[in-house]
Each structure stands twice: as structure tokens, then as C-alpha cells.
């Protein structure tokens, strides 16, 4: 199969792309798709031989279920069975946005993409052109992360053509992601809400509108099955094995510095993916292109936004050893550090 990227940069002028990707959605086909957090492999939601071309691309596991993609808030009564009050509040706030509800399903939702749970994950994004999409396609859209299960999210059109080349018919460009990490998810079955995921909708921002919030155990490595069945699968991890060095950014550079001699003297080539501070003091004993640089340190928007693409570029490099720098665990620094153990198997010296 050929598979085809078509930039959109005017949705009103590309009306006639927007409505082939609509077709070829309803016809049970597969459309990749820019939000604003990772880009999305689409198909329709309700078609459970759509949805099982998702699954075959992807190679991943049938037991993790998909989330559904809806363009407002009249398509959310359409899959789920009921709408309690905490995720009324979290729609009137944060949607459309980076966050996913995890809501009781109407049986109108598939058995197969849901792995037999008796709840689904719903999002609206805000992407304009997720949004296009999902009006042209006029049904909710079942999109994972458009990666091979198992790698970095992709971010980029670039990233997603590497994985789906020859997979899919079609990749709808949209530019960068603007988040770069996938939307937090929460889980509103329960009395008290939960983050199954964390993701740019901060536990604090929840803890706003709902008062409390809960935090899945497995998000912070406890030794718990999470409850996103995604979530226990190997994730994000770059072809060599990352050791993640967690402490305060101040100590950070000599840690670095004193952990890359070790690794030099043992005849290691070790790669490092870390702030702009950290890998500018380390141009002196590592080559450039081993230096990823995901963004100034604290600067955490910017670090999230870069995370997946330098995971990625630590695969073009030669090293046989990564070194990652943490971040704090505060804010959006939950979310990039549940990525950073996740791509490190919760590998971490603490500095
Ligand atoms: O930002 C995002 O959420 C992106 C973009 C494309 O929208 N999508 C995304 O989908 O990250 P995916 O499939 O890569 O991650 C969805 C996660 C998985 O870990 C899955 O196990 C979990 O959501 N999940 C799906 N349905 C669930 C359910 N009913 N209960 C608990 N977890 C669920
Ligand atoms: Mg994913």
C-alpha cells in the first residue's frame, strides 16, 4: 500500500482532502491524524473491523483497549452510558483538550476495542484539524498513539510516515504537536477521580475543579497492575538501555560528567539526553551527535514537546548507553517523568 501525506494548512481551502479522509474512514480504513498532543491512527470507532486494522498496523496487543475521538460534546452521549457529575466538570473545563475520560460505554461501542471493559476512554481534542476530521468522518474516531506498539509516540509527520509507511493509505500533516506527550487520563467511574495517565491536564489543574484527585499507584512505579491496560507494556524505550539520573539541577552536570568518565573507562560510547545546560557542559568528552538536548532546564512545556523526537534520534546515533537527566515530578514534570522511567524501565540513580 502507498501511503500518502497531505499537509493541511487551510481547513476551509482543503475541504476536498478533509472529506477524502472522511470517506476513507468510513469505509473502514486507517487516516493518520495530528491533535495536540501525539498524532492519532484513526478509524472508525463504532466499525470493530476498522478498529482491528489498528490493532495489525500497530502490532499491538488486543487486550489494550482503544480510546474514541468525538468532535463535541452531543457525540459523548453517543458512546456513553452516562455522564456523572465530575465529568461534566472536567468537560466544561478542559474540553476540547488534552484529556481522556474513562466513562461507562453503551453497547452501540465495540466489545473488541474496548477489551471487554464495560467503560471507554473519550476525548475531544482541540486540533483543528482532528476536529475537520471527525466532522467529515461524522462517527467517533478510534485512534491510539501512530506508532509501532512499543516505540516513542510520534510528534511529527516524519515520525508517523517511519512507523506507517506502506501500513496506511493516508497521513494527514498538521505540523508539529504542540503538547508531545498524550493526554492525561482519568478514570470517572469510581466516588474520587483517578489518573490513570499523566499528561499537560495536571493532577494540580484537577485538583482545582474537582477538589481531590486520585493517582494510579503504577504511575509512580509502585509495583500495582495499572488500571489503562496500556500502561503495563514496555513503552517508549530507545533501542539502548537509558539510565535515568534523578536529583536536583544543580547537581546534575557533575553527575553527568562523573558517570560518562565511568561509562568511557569501561569502553562504553554513551549517549545523553538532557537539558541545554546539561549537554552544552558535555561537549568535551562526548561527540555532538550523542548529545540530545530536550530543552532548557525546567523549562517543562518545552521538554515535553521534545521528549518522543529525541527518544527517537537516540536510535540514530551509535550509542550503546544512554544517560537521561529527570526533571521534577511537579506539574507537567509528572507526566514527562512517567515517560522518562517508562523509556529507562524504571532504571534511576538518584543524584
Ligand atoms: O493523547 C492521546 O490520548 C493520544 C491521541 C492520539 O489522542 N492517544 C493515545 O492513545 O495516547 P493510546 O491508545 O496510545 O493510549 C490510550 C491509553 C492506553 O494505555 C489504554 O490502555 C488506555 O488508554 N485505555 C483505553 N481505554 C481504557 C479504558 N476503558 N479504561 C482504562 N484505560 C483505557
Ligand atoms: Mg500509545
Redesign the pocket.
Given at each position: 500500500m502507498k501511503t500518502e501525506v497531505v499537509k493541511i494548512t487551510d481547513i476551509r481551502a482543503q475541504q476536498a482532502e478533509l472529506a477524502r479522509a472522511g470517506k476513507i474512514l468510513r469505509g473502514g480504513g486507517l487516516v493518520a491524524f495530528p491533535?495536540e498532543?501525539?498524532?492519532?491512527l484513526g478509524a472508525n470507532g463504532l466499525d470493530a473491523d476498522a478498529c482491528a486494522n489498528i490493532y495489525a498496523a500497530k502490532g499491538r496487543p488486543s487486550d489494550?483497549?482503544?480510546?474514541l475521538?468525538v468532535a463535541d460534546r452531543a457525540m459523548v452521549d453517543t458512546i456513553a452510558a452516562e455522564v456523572p457529575a465530575m465529568a461534566e466538570k472536567l468537560l466544561a473545563a478542559f474540553c476540547p483538550g488534552?484529556i481522556?475520560l474513562?466513562l461507562r460505554r453503551k453497547d452501540i461501542v465495540p466489545d473488541r476495542i474496548?477489551g471487554g471493559?464495560q467503560?471507554?476512554?473519550i476525548?475531544m481534542?482541540e486540533h483543528p484539524v482532528a476536529r475537520a476530521m471527525i466532522r467529515a468522518a461524522g462517527v467517533p474516531i478510534a485512534?491510539?498513539?501512530a506508532n509501532i506498539s512499543g516505540r516513542p509516540?510520534p510528534t511529527t509527520a516524519a515520525s508517523v510516515l517511519r512507523d506507517m509507511d506502506g501500513r496506511i493509505p493516508l497521513i494527514l500533516d498538521g505540523g508539529p504537536c504542540h503538547f508531545g506527550v498524550?493526554?492525561t487520563?482519568v478514570?470517572c467511574t469510581e466516588p474520587v477521580a483517578t489518573i490513570?495517565?499523566p499528561?499537560a491536564i495536571t493532577r494540580e489543574m484537577l485538583a482545582e475543579v474537582l477538589g481531590g484527585v486520585k493517582l494510579d499507584p503504577a504511575i509512580v512505579g509502585a509495583k500495582t497492575v495499572p488500571?489503562?491496560?496500556?500502561?503495563k507494556y514496555k513503552h517508549y524505550a530507545p533501542d539502548a538501555p537509558m539510565t535515568l539520573l534523578e536529583g536536583p539541577a544543580a547537581k546534575m552536570l557533575p553527575a553527568f560528567r562523573r558517570q560518562i568518565r565511568r561509562l568511557l573507562g569501561e569502553g562504553h560510547r554513551p549517549g545523553v539526553l538532557a537539558s541545554t545546560e546539561v549537554t552544552a557542559g558535555l561537549r568535551d568528552i562526548l561527540p555532538a551527535e550523542r548529545l540530545m538536548d530536550y530543552g532548557p532546564q525546567g523549562d517543562l512545556p518545552t521538554i515535553a514537546s521534545n521528549i518522543y523526537e529525541k527518544l527517537i534520534a537516540c536510535n540514530d546515533t551509535d550509542a550503546d548507553i544512554l544517560l537521561g537527566e529527570g526533571t521534577t515530578e511537579q506539574g507537567l514534570g509528572l507526566a514527562i517523568m512517567n515517560r522518562l522511567h517508562k523509556a529507562s524501565g524504571f532504571h534511576s540513580i538518584v543524584i
Open positions: 491533535t498532543t501525539v498524532y492519532g489494550n483497549p482503544l480510546i475521538h488534552p481522556t474513562i474496548t471493559l467503560t471507554v476512554g476525548r481534542p485512534a491510539p498513539s509516540s498524550e493526554s487520563i478514570d490513570l495517565r499528561g488500571k489503562a491496560p496500556g500502561m
